[in-house]
Nanobody, 123 residues
Framework: QVQLVESGGGSVQAGDSLRLSCAASGRTFSSYAMAWFRQAPGKEREFVAAINWSSGRTYYADSVKGRFTISRDKNKNTVYLQMNTLKPEDTAVYYC????????????????WGQGTQVTVSS
């Protein structure tokens, strides 16, 4: 059974950085795509970034391109989201997700989800 456990959220000031981690277990992820989504209060879930586990190819939402970096450590079975130059509009619960196959920016195509970690950015 796939388990995804996020960590690293917190409260920061605008312009600060945070690194989120997603520890994955229960499967060999070589054929998986891993992604980060976020959901702010009163808003729909939003794609943030994704990475194909085997190739390392990455994909980003326009809103975070140039500020966020997704990466994975195959030895630790962990996916990271390095978030720099954070803005108040980045405030949300961030979720790690996994799907067998190539990346998608559609959350409905991901069947494995973590519990989420809160990121709050104040101005």
């Amino acid at each position: 059974q796939v388990q995804l456990v996020e960590s690293g959220g917190g409260s920061v000031q605008a312009g600060d950085s945070l690194r989120l981690s997603c520890a994955a277990s229960g499967r060999t992820f070589s054929s998986y795509a891993m992604a980060w989504f976020r959901q702010a209060p009163g808003k729909e879930r939003e794609f943030v970034a994704a990475i194909n586990w085997s190739s390392g190819r990455t994909y980003y939402a326009d809103s975070v391109k140039g500020r966020f970096t997704i990466s994975r450590d195959k030895n630790k079975n962990t996916v990271y989201l390095q978030m720099n130059t954070l803005k108040p509009e980045d405030t949300a619960v961030y979720y790690c997700a996994a799907r067998l196959g190539f990346y998608s920016d559609d959350g409905d195509r991901y069947i494995h989800w973590g519990q989420g970690t809160q990121v709050t950015v104040s101005s």
